[in-house]
């Protein structure tokens, strides 16, 4: 009796076992925790000018979920909520620039239900960028500084002219540092990274440019009349143009011949020049009083704005200024009954002296265009006698050897 009663008890307590195991296995859903919910991995901090940004990855998460940023000014307590995104990465900005701050970074399901928080990672805030031999518009050599201008302190940079600075390696960083840029003149731009104690880098890259210009450009040089074509003979009173045309607008650009030194052209629009800072630099000079040049060569000293000179360049003519000869007072005495005429005039005292032409003209007004009677080579002369030619007006031109002339007063015929 004792056997089957023990029998019975034991099969009692096995069924209340099964009975306890089916209530645990309840279909009622189990709720989730924390722990169960994907954290997110891979955090990364990268710092812009002023900024950082935050990026991350999650695994075996279903749905949109919604994640929060926390930051703390300690590195293991004292998280706060700063912000909340649905993507997975998100910049920062407003933050205490110069001071280390700690970040995580927790999964929020559609339900609520928050997941514990991610590793920490850290980044220091600050205003950065680079500037390029203190920020000139040109460059005259290759090799350029770049200065970084920084509210932390970096261990390594990379530098490069290629925008995701893939060929370029990890380097001590200095607050300046040597740079060359690529051959061949024209625009160029350094990039930069840098990357902190903590082992954040800077995001987008920092950039500044230059303009690489190594030599003057010079495309032609050349000297004219006013109003006229190429000469290079001018007197006084007349005006001269000179013109540069440089590919180069900005820079800085002097004549000089004989005693005249240095004459300033511009491109801004003024004293001749056409249009401003369009390369071609020019100058109208009025040729003063007291001038004088004999066969003199015309020489441009050109400097660019990058402070490249060029050589010396010269112009293909030769400049000649003169002043025109003093007039000599021209008299006529006319004898009708024997057909002839005496002129006479006051003697030249032209050091550059070539000769007197005297000049006969029907039309009543005498230039060094009409009919020329007679041309004599001495200065002492001042007398002349021959036929009479017909009514009309006369006048003697004295002539330098540079071919300038002066009319004398007109004398009319009878």
């Not at 056997?3 to 209530?23: D, F, N, P, Q, V």
């Not at 003093?326 to 005292?349: H, K, Y």
Request: charged fraction near 20%; include cysteine.
């Amino acid at each position: 009796m004792i056997r089957y009663t023990t029998i019975l008890i034991t099969l009692i307590i096995l069924i209340m076992g099964a009975s306890c195991e089916r209530h645990l296995d309840s279909k009622d859903p189990v709720r989730s925790t924390p722990a169960l919910i994907p954290v997110p991995e891979e955090l990364t901090a990268t710092v812009g000018d002023g900024t950082v940004t935050l990026s991350w990855q999650v695994v075996g998460i279903s749905g949109t979920p919604l994640f929060r940023i926390y930051t703390s000014e300690v590195e293991d307590s004292g998280f706060t909520l700063i912000d909340s995104t649905g993507d997975y990465s998100i910049t920062l900005d407003g933050l205490t620039l110069h001071r280390m701050v700690f970040f995580r970074v927790t999964t929020v399901t559609s339900s609520g239900i928050e997941s514990l928080p991610s590793a920490t990672v850290s980044a220091t805030p600050a205003h950065y960028s680079i500037v390029i031999n203190n920020d000139d518009e040109y460059a005259n050599r290759r090799q350029v500084q770049v200065r970084f201008q920084s509210g932390a302190s970096p261990l390594y940079v990379k530098l490069s002219e290629e925008p995701g600075l893939s060929d370029a390696a990890w380097e001590s960083y200095s607050v300046t540092r040597s740079f060359e840029l690529s051959d061949g003149d024209g625009d160029k731009t350094v990039y930069a990274l840098l990357q902190f104690a903590d082992g954040s880098e800077s995001g987008t890259p920092l950039s500044d440019n230059i303009i690489l210009d190594t030599q003057a450009e010079i495309d032609t040089f050349y000297f004219y009349r006013a109003g006229q074509g190429s000469d290079s003979l001018f007197t006084v009173g007349e005006t001269v143009v000179f013109r540069l045309v440089s590919g180069e607008p900005g820079g800085d650009a002097t004549v000089s011949f004989g005693t005249v030194q240095n004459l300033r052209l511009f491109d801004d629009g003024t004293n001749g020049d056409s249009f401003a800072d369009d390369g071609i630099y020019m100058l109208r000079y009025l040729i003063p009083p007291d001038a004088y040049a004999l066969d003199e060569q015309v020489t441009l000293s050109f400097t660019d704005p990058a402070g490249n000179s060029a050589e010396q360049y010269t112009a293909s003519l030769l400049l000649n200024i003169n002043t025109p000869p003093e007039p000599v007072v021209l008299a006529a005495d006319i004898d009708t009954l024997v057909n002839r005429i005496i002129f006479t005039w006051t003697v030249s005292t032209e050091n550059d002296f070539e000769s007197y032409r005297l000049f006969y003209s029907t039309a009543g007004i005498v230039d060094s265009s009409s009919q020329l009677i007679a041309i004599f080579s001495s200065a002492d002369i001042n007398e002349y006698e021959t036929t009479y030619p017909g009514s009309g007006n006369y006048r003697l031109y004295v002539y330098d050897h540079h071919g300038v002339s002066t009319g004398s007063n007109q004398v009319p015929g009878p």
